[in-house]
């Protein structure tokens, strides 16, 4: 009896040893890289619900791990790159850095009929298909969404054409020159680690920019004397992409669950994550914190917003001039489509 015992245990454990090890050879780690700091909302909100949405789906057999603030590569620009390539499993970045590789999904970026980042989000999710997913033909797509640029942080009064002219000022992406131009200001390209000393300098005169940048870190407030709202709406767009081969690699259950978060719900968690942050800046500026004591907040009226909107109007026309020389005919076509 004790020799069969014996024999059975050894055999018990055995067998738990071959099942925990093939436990382990099944548990994938995915790595993200971001180039923003680990306080950022993408990190500890948006790539914090990601990760636990995988683990409990998986019951921790497929984990992610972030490596914020550059740590697999510095600067945003390579990082569509660094995820085709492999250097990072998962990567988090802007089309706009890369519009040759991105045209049609960067028509989103001017403003049009949204005037948040989830409903401009939506009118990604529902022009993807049909217009945008052979730019992304490379990788695997998690997710694209988008943060509003609805304000202009300013050294001077800019809620007019008049004011407009003449002023140096930094738009959310460089596409959006022709209208800038149609307005008579100056467009200035700067990225926006720069733009704090831009303003204190009198580098520039104005920024566009989310309510939440008012406050920190990037602390806008304190080198601004107006905060302009009612501004034609234009946007950030943001990928985040997976590498196809290691996507390919997973397990039938572990793409599954890659399947299933990839789209809307990811980007809808992603413009979330941005529409709450502006959220919270309209509240930190609605509190009257000291730091707002010297800015005067202004509203467009709606005389001048019209005048706008027809800057707007001629600007995108160049626009689409612009696209048509480049061979892409359809960009006016796919802009509609965006904002029906």
Not at 153 to 171: E, H, N, Q, R, Y
Request: no cysteine; net charge negative; charged share 20%.
């Amino acid at each position: 009896m004790k020799t069969k015992l014996k024999s059975a245990l050894l055999s018990l454990a055995l067998a738990t040893s071959v099942l925990g090890s093939v436990g382990q050879a099944n548990a994938e780690e995915l790595s993200v890289a971001t180039f923003i700091p680990p306080q950022h909302h993408i990190n500890s909100f948006f790539f914090d619900w990601f990760g636990k949405e995988v683990a409990k789906r998986s019951n921790g057999s497929l984990t992610i791990k972030v490596y914020p603030a550059g740590q697999l590569g510095a600067g945003p620009v390579q990082q569509y790159k660094r995820v085709v390539e492999g250097v990072a499993d998962i990567t988090f970045g802007l089309p706009s850095y890369t519009p040759a590789i991105f045209p049609k999904t960067i028509l989103i970026v001017p403003p049009g009929k949204a005037t948040t980042s989830l409903e401009s989000t939506q009118a990604l999710m529902n022009v993807y298909d049909k217009y945008l997913s052979d730019e992304f033909k490379d990788v695997k797509l998690l997710g694209l969404f988008t943060v509003a640029g609805d304000a202009w942080a300013a050294t001077k009064d800019v809620s007019t054409m008049d004011g407009l002219k003449g002023s140096k000022i930094v738009p959310f992406a460089s596409m959006t020159t022709p209208i800038f131009e149609e307005m008579n200001a100056v467009p200035v390209q700067m990225p926006v680690t720069e733009m704090y000393t831009g303003l204190s300098t009198g580098t520039i005169d104005a920024t566009t920019i989310s309510p939440s940048q008012t406050s920190k870190p990037w602390n806008f407030s304190e080198v601004s004397t107006h905060y302009v709202d009612n501004i034609p709406t234009s946007y950030a767009v943001f990928f985040v992409a997976m590498n196809k081969e290691r996507y390919q690699g997973l397990s039938d259950e572990h793409r599954k669950i890659i399947d299933d978060l990839a789209g809307e719900q990811v980007s809808m968690m992603g413009a979330t994550s941005f529409h709450n942050d502006g959220e919270r800046g309209k509240k930190w500026m609605a509190g009257n914190p000291p730091e707002m004591a010297n800015v005067k907040m202004t509203t467009v009226s709606a005389e001048e917003r019209a005048k706008m909107d027809a800057a707007v109007a001629r600007g995108m026309q160049k626009i689409f001039a612009d696209y048509a020389s480049r061979g892409i005919d359809n960009a006016e076509e796919i802009y509609n489509a965006m904002n029906q």
